[in-house]
């Protein structure tokens, strides 16, 4: 006999994990906050900071907003990433946790998010376009192999989980 998977549950638990998160990310202070998204940014363009693909945003500002977390932070390079709390941004990419999973997991692609009005990005239209090229071009194979079982582990449950869902359109692999 199959298992079926209620949908309210899967309903729930998108729509109730991010709260979950959010809570202690409120409370962390941004140091530590500041500390773990520059190792996770490291980790995801470690490819790119090895070929000098990242001098486009020397002097310059990500912010990425991630709606349901509460979260959001500017990323910059200048000899290296940097991380800080958002003060000036020259364009700011906004979206929901799952859509950002997605997209760090090579499984979304920015551009159907934004056409789907499911990412939002303001500002700068051209560092904007050259942010979104280069996630699109990292290449998942070159992970570290924790980060890239983790991305692989949680999207593909995400995945199931949206499958599952009446809330949001499914996006099969």
Request: aromatic share 6%; charged share 20%; glycine share 4%.
């Amino acid at each position: 006999m199959p298992f079926i998977f209620p949908r309210q549950i899967a309903d729930a638990v998108i729509s109730k994990a991010p709260n979950l998160l959010a809570k202690p990310l409120v409370l962390t202070p941004f140091p530590l906050k500041k500390q773990l998204l520059l190792q996770l940014s490291r980790a995801l363009l470690q490819e790119a900071l090895a070929q000098g693909a990242l001098a486009f945003l020397t002097d310059k500002w990500v912010a990425i907003e991630v709606t349901d977390l509460q979260l959001s932070f500017e990323i910059g390079y200048q000899q290296g990433l940097l991380v800080r709390p958002v003060t000036a941004a020259d364009v700011t990419f906004r979206a929901k946790s799952d859509d950002l999973l997605l997209i760090a997991a090579g499984i979304e692609d920015p551009d159907s998010l934004f056409f789907r009005r499911e990412l939002s990005i303001e500002g700068d239209t051209e560092l904007g376009l050259q942010v979104k090229n280069l996630l699109t071009s990292l290449d998942h194979d070159q992970l570290a192999p924790v980060l890239k079982l983790g991305l692989s582990s949680v999207s593909k449950v995400l995945v199931w989980l949206q499958q599952q869902s009446s809330t949001k359109t499914a996006i099969y692999l």
